[in-house]
């Protein structure tokens, strides 16, 4: 995911540092348009980890064991990211951003007998952690990475809500979430569970949907536009309780959604989107 992020940042003017383990790779991390930096975070302590920051606007985790060894998974993936937090405030860098996973967290369900188990808790004790810091914490949790082409649309999963269908989510999708939680305040404070949005909506057989469902879809875009516009995007749903078993089409009322926010609000101070459905 750094090595797809790097560019995007510096295609938007910012200086990237890549923090990275291996010189071998540095090659690869200045053709992203980054600044290598060969350094061990599983080695360094908080002095050395705030060494690397200091002079940063802001710091973007993305570290991780890559699995296999628990012991090596909770060194990286849990102790050396919360010394990344403590680092960060005593660098001064306020602004943290966190990879982590769609799901995570104390309650995250996986059996002990899991490989993904080690993961899980090491990503659990990292994600509170930063939760309880006074950092600007962003937490961003991706479905299942892929290599798919990235569509440049994810759809949020609502807080509280089941984690069911195909979850994956493109390295590049994850990449451009990143940007715009580094760009977005209202990020700011919060855990974004998220996934590629094709994937999302077409997770049931068929063609069709009723449009309780079609609705829900529309209002988890709905809720990512208005992280983008705040205040400048308003949104009014009037929907007649004995038409939401309605069938129709998938995808049938999004794109107007999407259209109505792309057309009607961008490039303007504010707008209303207003979606009405009766009898």
Aim: with cysteine.
């Amino acid at each position: 995911v750094a090595l797809l992020l790097a560019p995007i940042l510096a295609e938007l003017g910012h200086s990237v540092t890549s923090v990275i383990r291996n010189p071998d790779h540095a090659a690869d991390v200045e053709a992203a348009g980054a600044a290598p930096h060969v350094a061990d975070v599983e080695m360094l302590d908080t002095d050395g980890i705030a060494e690397v920051l200091a002079g940063h606007d802001a710091v973007v985790w993305s570290a991780g064991a890559g699995g296999g060894d628990p012991e090596r998974t909770r060194a990286v993936d849990q102790d050396a990211a919360i010394r990344s937090m403590e680092a960060a405030r005593q660098a001064g860098v306020r602004r943290y951003v966190m990879l982590s996973y769609c799901g995570a967290g104390p309650d995250h369900g996986v059996d002990p007998s899991n490989p993904f188990h080690a993961y899980a808790e090491a990503k659990a004790h990292a994600d509170e952690h930063l939760r309880t810091s006074d950092l600007d914490w962003t937490i961003l949790g991706p479905g299942t990475l892929t290599l798919d082409d990235p569509s440049g649309r994810i759809t949020l999963r609502k807080e509280g809500e089941e984690v069911t269908g195909d979850r994956k989510t493109a390295r590049g999708n994850v990449a451009r979430a990143i940007v715009a939680a580094l760009e977005l305040d209202s990020t700011i404070g919060r855990k974004l569970d998220f996934a590629d949005f094709t994937r999302y909506s077409f997770r049931a057989a068929g063609e069709y949907t009723l449009l309780a469902d079609e609705l829900r879809n529309i209002d988890r875009y709905l809720t990512l536009e208005r992280a983008r516009f705040g205040d400048a995007l308003s949104v009014r749903i009037q929907v007649a309780p004995e038409v939401l078993s309605v069938v129709l089409p998938f995808l049938a009322l999004q794109p107007l959604v999407e259209n109505a926010v792309r057309h009607g609000i961008s490039g303007r101070s504010a707008g209303t989107v207003v979606i009405t459905a009766t009898d």
